[in-house]
T-cell receptor
Framework: SQQGEEDPQALSIQEGENATMNCSYKTSINNLQWYRQNSGRGLVHLILIRSNEREKHSGRLRVTLDTSKKSSSLLITASRAADTASYFCATDARETSGSRLTFGEGTQLTVNP | DSGVTQTPKHLITATGQRVTLRCSPRSGDLSVYWYQQSLDQGLQFLIQYYNGEERAKGNILERFSAQQFPDLHSELNLSSLELGDSALYFC????????????FGPGTRLLVL
């Protein structure tokens, strides 16, 4: 089952604008990871935020995590046409052993030049 | 380039057949994960191996099996293939046994006719 749910499902913006994607999840997590996928290709890891962290930055990316609301957001600032892709959040829940990522359905971001 | 390699890139086969997908993790990574991405199910975790041993199991069908070899590469075997097994199969790797960044390979696109 898909634990993470991204919102919105699709987002279309102009180059230079900021893009914000939200993710909600259901269970307790160890960490939450954001990935990008260009059409039908591999998943590129963007950022990992642990359950005891509230905010993390990487270049033009900013991720926040609110464990009380079981939600996270990904902000891409000053977007570029090359940022066009699907973005997924994935939760790494607390398991007794091992690790597994549970993915949301993704947000399709289109950045228009 | 994540450093995770997968072969083959594409695979076309017939129902009832058996195929083997291969994955080489990043140098130094001990864990290998397998995921399936399909249009109707999204990205689903299948199984994790850590240093040769099964560590976590997800929604993996009984017709599917995997193993991790002493050199840490992994193979996913899919047998008695059905049309619904057509999907993108990803391998990911991480340094330790869990709760870390998972780096994904480019995937193997399987088409069952």
């Amino acid at each position: 089952s898909q634990q993470g749910e991204e919102d919105p499902q699709a987002l279309s913006i102009q180059e230079g604008e900021n893009a914000t994607m939200n993710c909600s999840y259901k269970t307790s997590i160890n960490n939450l990871q954001w990935y990008r996928q260009n059409s039908g290709r591999g998943l590129v890891h963007l950022i990992l935020i642990r359950s005891n962290e509230r905010e993390k930055h990487s270049g033009r990316l900013r991720v926040t995590l609110d464990t009380s609301k079981k939600s996270s957001s990904l902000l891409i600032t000053a977007s570029r046409a090359a940022d066009t892709a699907s973005y997924f959040c994935a939760t790494d829940a607390r398991e007794t052993s091992g690790s597994r990522l549970t993915f949301g359905e993704g947000t399709q971001l289109t950045v228009n030049p | 380039d994540s450093g995770v390699t997968q072969t083959p890139k594409h695979l076309i086969t017939a129902t009832g057949q058996r195929v083997t997908l291969r994955c080489s993790p990043r140098s130094g990574d001990l864990s290998v994960y397998w995921y399936q991405q399909s249009l109707d199910q999204g990205l689903q975790f299948l199984i994790q191996y850590y240093n040769g041993e099964e560590r976590a199991k997800g929604n993996i069908l009984e017709r599917f099996s995997a193993q991790q070899f002493p050199d840490l590469h992994s193979e996913l075997n899919l047998s008695s293939l059905e049309l619904g097994d057509s999907a993108l199969y990803f391998c990911a790797s991480s340094v330790g046994g869990g709760f870390q960044t998972q780096y994904f390979g480019p995937g193997t696109r399987l088409l069952v006719l």
